[in-house]
């Protein structure tokens, strides 16, 4: 329900549903007080109510009895008072309170074990380097009192946008596909310069738990894969784009298994597991949505496929046919209208 403009109050009765495993509602125009009741829930792992209106009103201190939760946002939202006790959430990876108004101390004794965010760091070790991939901001930390030996980590900075990236190209010389079918080289492919037509897949992170995609780009792989049970060389991550929320904007291509065509049955099934939401991401994930599904060469083979589900000459004959029926339906309606009336009148007569 993100990116909307709802009004009024987080409905309480959402704690009813037994299978609620993520509550997306930022973007939109809500207020009033958090729901305590979502501590009823006993499936949830994702509340992002990011950019809302939750003024004078504070965080539920009932949150802390929610032992699934995975990821709890609540950026920008005016939220006051405390930071509440967060220590009955075991696998809370992922807490993002900037941008509001709460006051007090920092809980560092208070927070699931897996925020390794917040800390109270006092020594470093004397030969660290961090990789040059690696951003370490310590600044506020007792570290920080000996700048000597930290000069270069305890300047006030933030950390610029997760950057975006695309996969690999391939190096090799290899000729040229056939033109007859929108063929190409997969660059994962264990045989060099097979030709084959791939399927391209709008695919989009709605809520992820992570905020760099290349320390999780391969375990995005083998898990997708494994789901969609590919081999990881045939599924491509052409390129990715981080999107305000943050969302993760990906186009895939899914490549045959060392073959220059998919059978139908396996473009079936590609397609019923990703538009039908059959596949389960590891939570750290999230969840996600399809953004398209592009056939490109098998487009011909599938003709009741396309961005609709349905070609234009289908739904133009379907819209032609619901005219013409209606159309006759109406002729043959008034035609016994006109017919009872010529009746009524011989009967009075």
Known sequence: MNNNSLSGQIPSELSRLPELLHLLVDANNLSGPLPPKLAETRSLKIIQADNNNF?????????????????LSLRNCSLQGVIPDLTGIPELGYLDLSWNQLTGSIP??????????????????????????????????????????????????????APSGQGPQVSIDCAACSTDKNYEYN??????????????????????????????????????????NLSIYQLYIERYTWEAGPRLNMHLKLFPNNTN???????????????????????????????????GSYEDEFPEAGSSGLRKGTLAGILVGTIIGAIAVSVVATFFIMRRRSKRRIVSR
Not at 55 to 71: Q, R
Not at 115 to 129: H, K, Q, V
Not at 273 to 285: K, N, Q, S, V
């Open 187 to 228: 660059p994962l492919s264990p045989i060099p310069c097979i030709c084959a037509a791939p399927l391209g897949v709008g695919f989009r992170l709605k809520s992820p738990g992570i905020s760099d995609f290349r320390s999780y780009k391969k375990a995005f792989e083998m898990d997708s894969t494994s789901v969609l």
């Open 55 to 71: 003024s004078g009103n504070s965080i539920p201190t009932t949150y802390n009895n929610i032992p699934t939760l995975l990821k």
């Open 261 to 295: 065509l998919f059978t139908m049955s396996e473009v079936v099934r590609l397609r019923h597991l990703l538009a039908g939401w059959e596949i389960t991401l590891l939570d750290i994930f999230g969840p996600y949505e399809l953004l398209n599904f592009t056939l």
């Open 108 to 161: 560092v004794d208070k927070l699931a074990s897996n925020i390794t965010t917040i800390n109270s760091l006092d020594t470093i070790p004397a030969a660290f380097e961090p990789p040059k991939t690696v951003i370490v901001l310590l600044s506020e930390n007792p570290v920080c009192d000996n700048p000597a030996r930290a000069a270069g980590l305890c300047q006030p900075k933030s950390v610029s946008e």
